[in-house]
C-alpha cells in the first residue's frame, strides 16, 4: 500500500465498492449522478495513486471490431460518452472536451479461416452501425503504402469510433465529481468479507486497519485481485493476472499517415503514438501465457529484441530503424472462462455483485459497465443496455459467450 491506511467516516455504507480504478470509479460516479439513488458510498483502495493497478498500465483504445452485437454496443457507449463527456457530467466546464484519434483497428488475417471470421464479425458491426470494411490486400496497400501485405489474405478496419482516447482523464473526472457528490474514497484494504448465516448476502467487510464496516451491497471492482476479493465471500472467479508489456518506440523515418492499431497475425500490435512515435505491444508466446504474481511488473528486456521489433520491421520495413524511449509490463485481469465481462450478482451471495475479468477491454467498457452496475445497484436490473448476458450466472451454468475478437 502507498501510503497511510484511512478510516471510513461511517460504520456503514450502502455500496461499498472494493477497488477504485477505473471500473470502482465509473460505478461510483454514474451511481452519484443518478438522482433515484439516495445511498452512501465507500470506495476502498489499497493505492489511492493508483500507480501499480491495470488501468495505469493500459493503451487506453477503443474500437466497434468485436465479433459479439453487444460488445459492438459497449463500445459505441464509450464512444459517445468520450466525445460529450462535459454534457454528461453536467456541463461542468472544468471538464476538458475529448475526442478520439480515430486511426482504426487493422486486423490482418494470414489465411482464409480467420480472413471469413474478419468477413462475418463486420456483418454484426455493421448491423449494429459500424463503419467496418474488409479489404483486399491491394486495397490495404493503396491506402496504407507502408505495409508488407505478402502473407495478408484480408485486412479488417474500422475508421469511425475507433483508436486512442484520453481515459486517464475520464477516471480524473469520474473521482473528482463522484467525491465533490459525496463518495468517500478510503485508502485501505479489504482482507475479509463477513456473510449473513444462510451465506446468501454479505453483511460486512473488515479492513486492513481493524475497522469492520458494514453494507447493503458490496461490488468486487479489484481488477487482477478481484479473484482474492471473491475469494473472501467464498465466491471463485475464473481470472488471473497475465502480463502483457508495451513498448514506446521512436522511428528514424516517421510514417507518413497514421498508423491504425494494427493486430498482427503473431499477435503483436502496434500503433500510432503522436510525433514520431509508436506504440507496441505483446507478450513472450515462446513460453506459456500463465498467471503471474500480483506484484509482478518485471519487464522482459529481451522481449524487444528477440520477438516484437522483428516482428515489426518485417510487417513496416521502416521500422528497420527504430529506438525504444520507454516501456513497461502491466497486468490482464485474464477471465479464463470466456474472456468477457463477468459482472452483475452473483448467484447465491446476492448482493455481492461482480465486476470483473475485462482482460484487454476494460477501459473502453468502463462508462458501460458502470452505468449499468449503477443501474444493477439502484434499480436491481440494467435499464439503458441489457447486459444480463454477462452475469456472473453464465459460469456455473457454464454458458460462455464467444468473443472471437480478442487482443
Ligand atoms: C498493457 C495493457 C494494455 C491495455 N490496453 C487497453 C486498451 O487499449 N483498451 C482497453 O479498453 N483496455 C485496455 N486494457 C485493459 C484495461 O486497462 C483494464 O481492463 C482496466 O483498466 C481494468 O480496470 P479495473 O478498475 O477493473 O482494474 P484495476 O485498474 O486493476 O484496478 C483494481 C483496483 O482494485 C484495488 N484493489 C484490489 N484488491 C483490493 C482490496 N482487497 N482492497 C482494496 N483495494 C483493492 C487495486 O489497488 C486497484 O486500484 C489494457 C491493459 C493492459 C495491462
Partial sequence: MAGQTQAPK?????????GGAI???????????????????????????FEACSTAH??????????S???????????????????????DERVPELGIRN?????????EGFADVLRESQKVQ???????????????????????????????????????????????????????KGVEYAENEVVSIAKNGAGTRVESI?????????????????GPRGVETAKMAGIELPVEPRKRFTWIFKADQPLDRDLPLTIDPSGIHVRENGGGTYEAGGYDHDVPDVAVGYDDYTMDFSLWENQIWPVLATRIPQFEAVKVTSEWGGHYAMNTFDHNAIMGPHTVVENFISLNGFSGHGLQQSPAMGRATAEWLTYGEYRSLDLTPFNYARIPENRPIIEKAII
Fill in 126 to 180: 455493421l448491423a449494429a452501425g459500424a463503419a467496418t470494411e474488409v479489404l483486399t490486400p491491394a486495397q490495404i496497400k493503396e491506402r496504407y503504402p507502408f505495409y508488407n501485405v505478402d502473407d495478408i489474405v484480408a485486412g479488417s478496419i474500422n475508421t469511425v469510433d475507433e483508436g486512442y482516447w484520453d481515459g486517464l482523464a475520464v477516471f480524473d473526472w469520474w473521482k473528482r465529481q463522484a467525491r465533490e
Fill in 69 to 91: 452485437e453487444l460488445n459492438v454496443r459497449i463500445s459505441q457507449f464509450a464512444a459517445d460518452f468520450v466525445k460529450n463527456i462535459r454534457t454528461y457530467m453536467g456541463g
Fill in 23 to 49: 471500473m470502482g470509479s465509473s460505478t461510483a460516479w454514474f451511481l452519484s449522478n443518478n438522482a433515484d439513488f439516495n445511498g452512501s458510498v465507500l470506495v476502498v483502495d489499497r493505492d489511492l495513486t
Fill in 58 to 67: 493500459t493503451n487506453s483504445c477503443m474500437r466497434q471490431q468485436f465479433s
Fill in 103 to 111: 486511426f482504426g483497428y487493422m486486423y490482418f488475417a494470414d489465411n
Fill in 10 to 18: 461511517q460504520s456503514r455504507y450502502d455500496v461499498v465498492i472494493v
Fill in 206 to 222: 473488515t479492513l486492513k486497519s481493524g475497522e469492520v464496516i458494514s453494507c447493503g451491497q458490496l461490488v468486487n471492482a479489484s
